[in-house]
Structures are given as structure tokens and as C-alpha cells.
């Protein structure tokens, strides 16, 4: 079957929305580091509004920093991917026309820099993952002895990592009498562009102090906050889309109807009209605590209990009337904690969340969320639970999360069927929990790793004391057990 392309896009089904504009017309206004699907399904969206509007400063440039995966799906493609977004029976697809190159910085370490340098460049994303940045998780500094972040703390004649490619655009740029970009982290991260700022800064202090002033005076890093499901597309996926098409997309993302991106409205230069789905704010802090609290802690908490019952998706742990009581009493804990902006209903915000972890179309798997637990937890769980404790409140249903997490790196379900831990930390883990033969050892292990674990909860005797409790009741008993029987205590 033909790969979608500029040649059969007109002739596509009435059904599927293309872009309007004149393709050949557009500037890469925007490089996005970390091409995936989640940018794929939401930034690459924003921008293709911006282009649609009759604005075709927007392109993306889009770069992967490691791998060829995406650049070899969309390169055959001429860019061009569809976005389906199911809700239900209904399902729309549209094609998104935005992405106009994908670089691998591997392989075309100078072409990126090129395009970070370029003139016509006014904003720079980023979705490279929480350990994309380089930064310890609990002090905010660059982990120095990472190979890579040592390479660019040396030299960044060849950049190595995100910062170290920042770093050196923004030197090219400020030789050149450029202004700088607006560089917006868009991963999942508290205080994401204070953290982007502070790595960018500290390497560049290391290579020219009088760059790391201009760069503090002159270039913008906005919190953001961003809020899109989008699951892993499957083979299965692909081939049902070409059914539709008549052509095989292999690029395709799916996602929910849902989107959401907070900006703080702190920009370095230029930027589009915004439409629908992005709002510019003054604070983006309360929205972000409130997304990462209510939605990202209810979701690795279901990944990791629902996972360990040998449960591939979320929609169906939330059929167990068990796991919905949980989700509700873990959401009650984390709300205690809020300071909702003004415009969040936290009521509704609920209610919504739960029909969106509910839609069954979107098969959002719990393996999926699961990865890199050791990077998520500090700020979906572990921050709410030391906000709690600092007030003197138990966190039951929190504290089974992070039980659950750490049931997760035995690397088998309660079925007996083995998983691979896709995790950055896996080795260390493994390496912890080799010689802990109890619960109550398990833990001492995970709290004794300052990478993870804040130093107010490793001297916390409350948490030590229930996070044993309830990993003894996970080994004991398996997850769905424990769900039933913390349900039953609870009532």
C-alpha cells in the first residue's frame, strides 16, 4: 500500500481534515526537541492552527536526540501525519501538515544547531522526558557525572544533551546580533521552565559567564503546563487508519478530544495568536500542581496497582468498582494540597478526569505510564504526601501507590508473568532490592536512595511505617486484594 504523502493528500476521504494552507509557504518559526507522539498530538496541533489562521511563521523543525524512529516514519511521508481523536463511536482524523523536517541530532548534530540559530526560529519546545534534563531530581542541578552532561560540560562542539544544545544556539545567536528564542519545556515537570533555565544557565556559566548573563537577561523560559492523553499507537492502529485512508500512515498519533496547554505569558521574541486549547496566564503553578497531583498521581497509581493484577489498560482497571472507590479516596488526599487557580473547578475537574480515564477507545496502556517511575514519583506522589505530613494528615491511598511502585520492580505481575523495568534507574533499584528479603527491608532500601526519595521522607518515621504496611499487604495479598480490602477498611 502507498505511505500517505503531499501527492495523495487531496484525494484522501471528505471525512479527513487537511491543511489548507500553502505547505511550501511556510517557515520553521518553531524547533521542537523530543519529536514523539504527545508533541505529535498536541504542540504540532497548536502550530497547525497558528499555520491555518494564514500565520506561516510556524512550522516545526522537530528533532530527535537519540532516535530515527519518528524521522523514519514521517520522512516518506513529506511530514505529514494524521491525528485521530477518538471519543467513543465518534473518531475524526485530521491530517497535521506542521512538522516540515525532522532532524536526528546524532546524525545531524550541525543541521540542528543551524536551525536553533536561525533567525526566523522564535520558540523552542521541548518533550524529552523528565530525564531528558540532566538534573538531579531532588536539588535541581546537573548530574555532572553523567557522561553525557561531563562531554558537555568539556565541549559543546558537538552537543551531547537538550541544555548543551540550547547553550550553544544561544551563543551562535548572540555572536550573530540575534535575540535569543523563548525556550518552553513541555514535559511533566514542577517548575519546568525554572528547571530549564537553571540547567541552560549552569552550562553555560561553564563555557562563557558573559553568555550565561546574556542569556539571563535576554531569553524567556515560561512554566508551562500541558494536558493531553496519548496513548502508544499500535500496528493495530496503523492498519485500521489505512482501511480509512487508503493509504498507510505510519506516523499516526491518537489521542482524546481533551486538550490543554498553560503558558506563562513570558515570551523572547515572537509567537502566534493562540487559539482554543492554550491559555496564557500570569501563574502557571496552580494549574500545573493541580494537573500533576490529581491527574498524573491517579494515573501511575492505576498503571502500577492495575499493571501488578496483569491489567493492560486503564479503562479497565477503573471497571473494578474497587479501583474507582481508590482513585476518588487518593484524590481526596491530593485536593487537600491544592490551591486551585481562579477558572479550575476542582469538582469538575474530577469528574471530568474520571470520564477521560474511562474512554475505552483510547486503550491507554498501564506499562505505557509505568515507565520511568523513579523520575515521576518525586512530584506526582512523594511531594503530596510530604505536603500532608507536614500538616499531620495520613495518606493512605497515596502511600499505596508508591507501595505499588516499588511491588513493580520485582519485574513480575501478581500472575507470575514477568515485565521488563523501563526505567532509567532500573540498575540501581535492582541493585537496592538484590539483598532485601522483607517488606520492611524493601523499603529501607528504596528510602535510602536520595536520587528518589526527598530527605523529609527518609526521616519520616509515618511514611516508613506505612509504606511497609502497605507493601506487606501487596506481597501478601496481590493488588486487587489490597484494593479490596483497603476499600473495606475505609468504608
Same mark, same amino acid.
Given at each position: 500500500?502507498?505511505?500517505?504523502s +503531499?501527492s495523495?493528500?487531496?484525494?484522501?476521504?471528505?471525512?479527513v481534515l487537511?491543511?489548507?494552507?500553502?505547505?511550501?509557504?511556510?517557515t520553521?518559526?518553531?524547533?521542537?526537541?523530543?519529536?514523539g507522539?504527545f508533541?505529535?498530538?498536541?504542540q504540532?496541533?497548536?502550530?497547525?492552527?497558528a499555520l491555518?489562521?494564514?500565520?506561516?511563521?510556524?512550522?516545526?523543525c522537530?528533532? +530527535?536526540?537519540?532516535s530515527? +524512529?519518528?524521522r523514519?516514519q514521517?520522512?516518506?511521508?513529506?511530514?505529514l501525519?494524521?491525528?485521530v481523536v477518538r471519543d467513543?463511536?465518534?473518531?475524526?482524523?485530521?491530517i497535521?501538515g506542521a512538522?516540515?523536517q525532522?532532524i536526528?541530532a546524532t546524525e545531524?548534530?550541525?543541521?540542528?544547531?543551524?536551525?536553533?540559530?536561525?533567525e526566523?526560529?522564535?520558540?523552542?519546545?521541548?518533550?524529552?522526558?523528565?530525564?531528558?534534563y540532566?538534573?538531579?531530581s531532588l536539588?535541581?542541578?546537573?548530574?555532572e557525572?553523567?557522561?553525557?552532561?561531563?562531554?558537555?560540560?568539556?565541549?559543546?562542539?558537538?552537543?551531547?544533551?537538550?541544555?548543551?544544545?540550547?547553550?550553544a544556539?544561544?551563543s551562535?545567536?548572540?555572536a550573530a546580533?540575534?535575540r535569543p528564542?523563548?525556550?518552553?519545556?513541555?514535559?511533566?515537570?514542577?517548575?519546568?521552565g525554572?528547571?530549564?533555565?537553571?540547567?541552560?544557565?549552569?552550562l553555560?556559566r561553564?563555557?562563557?559567564?558573559a553568555?550565561?548573563?546574556?542569556?539571563?537577561?535576554?531569553?524567556?523560559?515560561?512554566?508551562?503546563?500541558?494536558d493531553?492523553?496519548?496513548?502508544?499507537?499500535?500496528?493495530?492502529d496503523i492498519?485500521a487508519?489505512?482501511?480509512?485512508?487508503g493509504v498507510?500512515?505510519?506516523?499516526?498519533?491518537?489521542t482524546?478530544?481533551?486538550?490543554?496547554?498553560?503558558?506563562?505569558d513570558?515570551?523572547? +521574541?515572537?509567537?502566534?495568536?493562540?487559539?482554543?486549547?492554550?491559555q496564557l496566564?500570569?501563574?502557571v503553578?496552580p494549574w500545573?500542581?493541580a494537573?500533576?497531583?490529581?491527574l498524573n498521581?491517579?494515573?501511575?497509581?492505576?498503571a502500577?496497582?492495575?499493571?501488578?493484577?496483569?491489567i493492560?489498560?486503564i479503562?479497565?482497571?477503573l471497571?473494578?468498582?474497587?479501583?474507582?472507590?481508590?482513585v476518588e479516596?487518593?484524590w481526596d488526599?491530593?485536593?487537600?494540597t491544592l490551591?486551585?487557580?481562579?477558572g479550575?473547578n476542582?469538582a469538575?475537574?474530577?469528574?471530568?478526569?474520571?470520564?477521560?480515564?474511562?474512554n475505552?477507545?483510547?486503550?491507554?496502556?498501564?506499562?505505557?505510564?509505568a515507565?520511568?517511575?523513579?523520575?515521576?514519583?518525586?512530584?506526582?506522589?512523594?511531594?503530596t504526601?510530604?505536603?500532608r505530613?507536614?500538616k499531620?494528615q495520613?495518606?493512605?491511598?497515596?502511600?499505596?501507590a508508591?507501595?505499588a511502585?516499588?511491588?513493580?520492580?520485582h519485574?513480575?505481575?501478581?500472575?507470575?508473568?514477568?515485565?521488563?523495568?523501563?526505567?532509567p534507574?532500573a540498575?540501581p533499584?535492582?541493585?537496592?532490592?538484590?539483598?532485601?528479603?522483607?517488606?520492611?527491608e524493601?523499603?529501607?532500601?528504596?528510602?535510602?536512595?536520595?536520587?528518589?526519595?526527598?530527605?523529609?521522607?527518609?526521616?519520616?518515621a509515618?511514611?516508613?511505617?506505612a509504606?511497609v504496611?502497605?507493601?506487606?499487604?501487596l506481597?501478601?495479598?496481590g493488588?486487587l486484594?489490597?484494593?479490596?480490602g483497603?476499600r473495606q477498611?475505609?468504608a
Open positions: 500500500m502507498n505511505r500517505l +503531499s495523495n493528500c487531496d484525494v484522501l476521504p471528505d471525512t487537511r491543511p489548507s494552507y500553502d505547505r511550501a509557504s511556510v520553521c518559526g518553531v524547533v521542537h526537541l523530543g519529536i507522539a508533541h505529535r498530538a498536541h504540532a496541533e497548536i502550530f497547525e492552527d491555518e489562521s494564514g500565520d506561516l511563521r510556524w512550522g516545526i522537530a528533532a +530527535s536526540l537519540r530515527a +524512529s519518528v523514519d514521517l520522512e516518506p511521508q513529506d511530514g501525519y494524521t491525528m467513543g463511536a465518534i473518531e475524526r482524523r485530521r497535521i512538522v516540515q525532522v536526528v545531524q548534530p550541525e543541521q540542528l544547531l543551524a536551525a536553533l540559530s536561525a526566523y526560529t522564535h520558540i523552542v519546545t521541548l518533550t524529552i522526558t523528565e530525564k531528558g540532566k538534573l538531579d536539588t535541581g542541578a546537573l548530574i557525572d553523567d557522561p553525557q552532561v561531563a562531554r558537555d560540560i568539556a565541549s559543546l562542539e558537538r552537543p551531547q544533551t537538550a541544555p548543551g544544545y540550547l547553550v544556539a544561544l551562535r545567536r548572540r546580533g540575534l528564542f523563548t525556550a518552553i519545556s513541555c514535559d511533566n515537570l514542577p517548575r519546568n525554572q528547571r530549564l533555565r537553571n540547567a541552560v544557565l549552569e553555560a561553564r563555557h562563557d559567564p553568555l550565561a548573563d546574556w542569556i539571563a537577561i535576554t531569553c524567556a523560559f515560561p512554566e508551562t503546563m500541558v493531553r492523553i496519548v496513548p502508544a499507537t499500535t500496528a493495530g492498519a487508519l489505512a482501511d480509512h485512508l498507510e500512515d505510519r506516523g499516526m498519533v491518537k482524546e478530544p481533551f486538550t490543554q496547554w498553560v503558558i506563562e513570558r515570551f523572547s +521574541s515572537a509567537r502566534p495568536a493562540f487559539g482554543s486549547g492554550v496566564t500570569a501563574a503553578g500545573e500542581e494537573k500533576l497531583r490529581l498521581g491517579a494515573h501511575s497509581a492505576l502500577y496497582l492495575g499493571g501488578l493484577a496483569g493492560d489498560y479503562h479497565e482497571v471497571a473494578l468498582p474497587d479501583a474507582r472507590t481508590f479516596a487518593l488526599e491530593a485536593e487537600a490551591s486551585p487557580p481562579n479550575l476542582i469538575a475537574y474530577r469528574r471530568d478526569l474520571m470520564a477521560r480515564f474511562e475505552p477507545t483510547l486503550r491507554h496502556q498501564t506499562r505505557q505510564i515507565m520511568d517511575g523513579s523520575q515521576k514519583l518525586p512530584q506526582r506522589l512523594l511531594a504526601i510530604r505536603a505530613l507536614a499531620d495520613a495518606s493512605h491511598s497515596l502511600v499505596l508508591v507501595a511502585w516499588i511491588r513493580w520492580q519485574g513480575r505481575n501478581d500472575l507470575g508473568e514477568p515485565f521488563a523495568i523501563d526505567d534507574l540498575a533499584l535492582a541493585e537496592a532490592l538484590a539483598g532485601a528479603s522483607t517488606p520492611a524493601r523499603v529501607d532500601a528504596i528510602l535510602a536512595m536520595d536520587a528518589i526519595i526527598p530527605v523529609e521522607l527518609r526521616q519520616d509515618r511514611f516508613r511505617e509504606l504496611e502497605k507493601l506487606g499487604a506481597e501478601a495479598n493488588a486484594a489490597t484494593l479490596a483497603y477498611a475505609s
